[in-house]
């Protein structure tokens, strides 16, 4: 959490081109990676610190908050892109009114630091430190033992995050090139459907926990293979109302897989390399679905000419986490296992 603090409030100091060239570009770029890297590595500390803290049959409502931290993430920093942007002309943002939520991170940094002082270790954890089954090298451990239910995660987690990044990065650029859509109007769609994401996240996080964590994922997935075509033909009638429709319920559909996914995903690792299986598979899917999403979505659309061939990509992407919610093994409600 400190160094993704501190990288984001760096970037919001790094000089101008006019003042260090191309140096300023590859800070930057230093910046994002340092916060992939660290934001990717807290999320199983959160995750963990949730479930096993907590009554085993609450575990995907708890678990579920982690996932909201994405989505509303979004609605706080458009909250933040828009609360500068009303008070600074054009000139002011570009030359410094842009550095104010960067910089202002460092308030964030403060707060989590005084919120982690009072963070105790997991039962879970306490158990194996006492039996002194603490895994020594726990990634080449879990690499080792658990292979299959790293790469099975990573694959579990490609559908929804493509629909991820359709849903709330492609859209955009979808909506303004392609629809001739104001940007304004297009971002403001999308900051609604992440405000409501964020709690639809721990809505589908609290039903998994009384009507089963595969099931939601699974209904979730078969409801993907739909979608995409349904999705791009409300946007395709360039009707705002219809269009409004389309953005604003497409993010809060696809939760229904978020949702759960934490509890689900951590269940199926052994406690002593749970942290360590869970991150991998779960951050393994962002390189290899959630990146690449838009990039390949404008590439089928410049091949093929129509928005189906992306419909049809999701909805294969889709076809493959059905596979695997059934090819992992069901873990709900325990607490640990070997």
């Not at 930057?28 to 085993?56: F, K, N």
């Not at 926990?209 to 791009?232: H, K, N, Q, T």
């Not at 360039?238 to 953005?247: D, G, N, P, Q, R």
């Amino acid at each position: 959490m400190m160094i993704t603090g501190l990288a984001t409030t760096g970037i919001g100091l790094v000089p101008s081109y006019e003042t260090i060239g191309i140096w300023g570009a590859v800070l930057l770029t230093i910046g994002r990676i340092l916060q992939g890297m660290s934001l990717g590595g807290a999320w199983g500390g959160s995750v963990l610190i949730a479930g096993e803290s907590t009554d085993p049959k609450r575990r995907g409502f708890t678990t579920s908050f982690a996932q909201a931290g994405g989505p509303f993430g979004m609605v706080l920093a458009n909250a933040a892109l828009g609360l500068v942007t009303a008070f600074a002309t054009e000139r002011q943002f570009l030359d410094w009114g842009w550095r104010i939520p960067f910089v202002s991170t460092i308030l964030l940094v403060v707060i989590t630091l005084w919120i982690q002082r009072g963070v105790v270790e997991t039962p879970v954890f306490d158990s194996h430190k006492s039996r002194g089954t603490i895994a020594r090298t726990p990634v080449s451990d879990v690499v080792k033992k658990n292979w299959r239910e790293i790469a099975l995660t990573a694959l579990l987690r490609t559908g929804q995050q493509v629909q991820f990044y359709i849903f709330t990065t492609y859209i955009i650029a979808y909506a303004t090139t392609q629809l001739g859509f104001a940007r304004g109007r297009v971002l403001n769609l999308v900051m609604i459907e992440t405000l409501i994401s964020s709690t639809t996240v721990v809505l589908f996080g609290r039903l998994s926990d009384a009507y089963s964590r595969r099931r939601f994922i699974a209904v979730g997935c078969v409801l993907m293979l739909v979608f995409p075509f349904v999705y791009f033909s409300l946007l395709n009638t360039k009707s705002l109302l219809l269009v409004a429709l389309a953005i604003i319920i497409a993010l809060p559909l696809q939760d229904l897989q978020y949702g759960p996914q934490a509890a689900f995903i951590s269940e199926s690792f052994p406690g002593s390399l749970r942290y360590s299986g869970a991150g991998l598979g779960y951050q393994m899917a962002s390189i290899t679905a959630g990146g690449p999403a838009p990039i390949i979505a404008v590439l089928l659309l410049r091949r093929f000419g129509t928005s189906t061939s992306i419909a049809v990509y999701m909805a294969v992407c889709s076809a493959i986490s059905l596979a695997s919610v059934y090819a992992l093994s069901d873990r709900a409600g325990t607490l640990d296992h070997q």
